[in-house]
């Protein structure tokens, strides 16, 4: 596994690579806004380690994009910037862009305050994953022939109206998420998936500590030959389809509240033993450079950190 971190304008991004010298980055990638990142391209273009694009993208009434909602006005344009984002990882020799699944309502986004509401009906659930299945087969057939990676990451099932790190994760909104069945089908069909440990266990709503467990197991085994980048993390109580981003530091890795904790995160690296093709990282609230050296620290004991 190639060991990375996370940067974003604003994130004392430059600094953090100095400080970690890591095999890749992952770029915080707002696609509404490109302008945005010309000095970290070209920074980031002149070292010796990979880059990956997370993708993220709104429209000009504040609606996140979706490629699958029965709405032209949105689809239309969402597919644009989806297109326009792999033709600027092809311009900057990224290895891969990576996509959350759609919602099957719309979500009005404002990523300067974080804040997210529920804007519409739930579409119909059959429609929109056969959309969302072939549009996402063709930006996977156009980022090949870029020289791209296309990934579809795991996502919670439940959120809150708020992504500010210091949510309260008890205010529960339902913002009607694609099932992680349609990924295992996308992974069935070629397409590479990233997981995020902490996204694919809030899949199964329980207070079942040990129903998680082997939830998460099972998909992460299931995904595992599709599986590109790994978003290593863990949630605590409550159990509730909200996910959790937290220090790799937090006491409550080594106990039985958080899953995976750090000896399942150990067991779950390990069904990645011999591969050089995987990408990881953590995305922690604060102290990127911390938490890179922690999960390195996690990565050797599995014995699976590419060096």
Same mark, same amino acid.
């Given at each position: 596994?190639?060991?990375?971190?996370?940067?974003?304008?604003?994130?004392?991004?430059?600094?953090?690579?100095?400080?970690?010298?890591?095999?890749?980055?992952?770029?915080?990638?707002?696609?509404?806004?490109?302008?945005?990142?010309?000095?970290?391209?070209?920074?980031?273009?002149?070292?010796?380690?990979?880059?990956?694009? #997370?993708?993220?993208?709104? $429209?000009?009434? !504040?609606?996140?994009?979706? *490629?699958?909602?029965?709405?032209?006005?949105? &689809? =239309?344009?969402?597919?644009?910037?989806?297109?326009?984002?792999?033709?600027?990882?092809?311009?900057?020799?990224?290895?891969?862009?990576?996509?959350?699944?759609?919602?099957?309502?719309?979500?009005?986004?404002?990523?300067?305050?974080?804040?997210?509401?529920?804007?519409?009906?739930?579409?119909?659930?059959?429609?929109?994953?056969?959309?969302?299945?072939?549009?996402?087969?063709?930006?996977?057939?156009?980022?090949?022939?870029?020289?791209?990676?296309?990934?579809?990451?795991?996502?919670?099932?439940?959120?809150?109206?708020?992504?500010?790190?210091?949510?309260?994760?008890?205010?529960?909104?339902?913002?009607?998420?694609?099932?992680?069945?349609?990924?295992?089908?996308?992974?069935?069909?070629?397409?590479?998936?990233?997981?995020?440990?902490? #996204?694919?266990?809030?899949? $199964?709503?329980? !207070?079942?500590?040990?129903? *998680?467990?082997?939830?998460?197991?099972?998909? &992460? =085994?299931?995904?595992?030959?599709?599986?590109?980048?790994?978003?290593?993390?863990?949630?605590?109580?409550?159990?509730?389809?909200?996910?959790?981003?937290?220090?790799?530091?937090?006491?409550?890795?080594?106990?039985?509240?958080?899953?995976?904790?750090?000896?399942?995160?150990?067991?779950?690296?390990?069904?990645?033993?011999?591969?050089?093709?995987?990408?990881?990282?953590?995305?922690?609230?604060?102290?990127?450079?911390?938490?890179?050296?922690?999960?390195?620290?996690?990565?050797?004991?599995?014995?699976?950190?590419?060096?």
């Amino acid at each position: 596994m190639k060991l990375g971190i996370k940067v974003a304008p604003g994130n004392a991004w430059k600094r953090n690579i100095e400080a970690t010298h890591p095999a890749m980055v992952e770029i915080w990638y707002n696609a509404s806004k490109p302008a945005d990142y010309d000095d970290m391209f070209a920074y980031v273009s002149a070292q010796n380690l990979d880059i990956g694009l #997370h993708y993220w993208g709104a $429209l000009p009434n !504040n609606l996140l994009t979706n *490629i699958s909602y029965p709405d032209p006005s949105v &689809t =239309k344009p969402s597919l644009e910037l989806m297109y326009a984002t792999i033709d600027v990882a092809t311009k900057h020799k990224c290895v891969y862009v990576n996509v959350h699944p759609d919602l099957y309502s719309l979500l009005h986004v404002n990523f300067d305050t974080m804040d997210i509401r529920v804007m519409s009906e739930s579409a119909d659930s059959s429609s929109t994953c056969r959309t969302f299945i072939k549009n996402i087969l063709n930006l996977n057939d156009y980022a090949k022939s870029r020289g791209v990676i296309l990934t579809i990451e795991t996502v919670p099932m439940r959120d809150t109206p708020t992504w500010n790190p210091n949510r309260d994760r008890t205010d529960v909104i339902n913002t009607h998420q694609m099932s992680i069945d349609v990924l295992i089908d996308l992974a069935h069909r070629g397409v590479a998936i990233a997981n995020d440990l902490s #996204h694919t266990a809030c899949n $199964l709503i329980s !207070n079942n500590h040990a129903d *998680i467990w082997r939830f998460l197991y099972d998909t &992460t =085994k299931t995904l595992s030959s599709a599986t590109r980048l790994i978003h290593l993390g863990f949630i605590v109580p409550p159990y509730n389809g909200v996910d959790n981003h937290d220090s790799l530091d937090n006491p409550v890795l080594n106990s039985d509240d958080a899953i995976p904790n750090k000896k399942q995160m150990i067991e779950l690296l390990k069904l990645f033993g011999n591969r050089d093709d995987v990408w990881i990282l953590v995305e922690p609230k604060t102290d990127h450079v911390k938490n890179y050296f922690l999960a390195r620290g996690i990565l050797k004991s599995a014995k699976v950190l590419t060096e």
